[in-house]
């Protein structure tokens, strides 16, 4: 089990940029897959973005692809994702998420631990 902590959430014009940083606890945070997911008001929570193991496999939402990029330093036990180009509609609590094992990298269900989430708001 890790401890997760997300930060780096806020307020941010339409095509600003953001960082989030989720920082882990716990041993072994290179045996974890790590994703980023969010959820807006009256909505699910949705894939954003994973990264692998040693970081050398990434995936994306359609809908940040381009956009959002996710890495990871294992000798910090923090992954990161930096977001350029933030549209309102990117607004939502991000969360930050392990899995210790996944197929997908896209499956909420997959993943173990959770952050507690950081609010990002684009406004218009």
């Known amino acids: 089990q890790v401890q997760l902590v997300e930060s780096g959430g806020g307020l941010v014009q339409a095509g600003g940029s953001l960082r989030l940083s989720c920082a882990a606890s716990?041993?072994?945070?290179?045996?974890?897959?790590m994703g980023w997911f969010r959820q807006a008001p009256g909505k699910e929570r949705e894939f954003v973005s994973a990264i692998s193991r040693s970081g050398v496999i990434t995936a994306y939402a359609d809908s940040v692809k381009g956009r959002f990029t996710i890495s990871r330093d294992n000798a910090k036990n923090t992954v990161y994702l930096q977001m350029n180009n933030l549209k309102p509609e990117d607004t939502a609590v991000y969360y930050c998420a392990a899995a210790k094992s996944t197929i997908t990298l896209r499956a909420p269900g997959e993943y173990d631990d959770w952050g507690q989430g950081t609010q990002v708001t684009v406004s218009s």
């Open positions: 716990g041993r072994s945070f290179s045996s974890y897959a």
